[in-house]
């Protein structure tokens, strides 16, 4: 038996635009039925915090790929090194 994943799949390659449009995390959101406020997003590329801030999710950067000044100059709320960063859950309590 396979496993079935409950949560959206969103490939940009499948779209008509990829990041960095809004359209997949648009897409996501409706796919997911909330709204940009309900959700954050990690990323680590300029693209991907270009395409999440567009659609109006608060954007957390990864910096595995660029340095934190760039991450935040292109529109990240903050950069972290790793998901352990305290930041993270801080956002998370907050959004509760």
């Known amino acids: 038996m396979a496993h079935r994943s409950l949560l959206p799949i969103v490939i940009g390659n499948d779209l ?7 359209l997949p995390y648009q897409t996501a959101l409706d796919k997911l039925a909330i709204h940009a406020t309900e959700a954050i997003a990690f990323e680590d590329s300029i693209a991907g915090i270009r395409s999440a801030i ?3 999710i608060k954007t957390i950067g990864m910096t595995t790929t660029h340095s934190a000044q760039e991450l935040i100059e292109t529109g990240a709320v903050e950069a972290v090194a790793d998901f352990t960063d305290p930041y993270i859950q801080t956002c998370l309590n907050q959004m509760l």
């Open 16 to 22: 008509p635009r990829g990041k960095p449009d809004p």
């Open 54 to 56: 567009g659609a109006g």
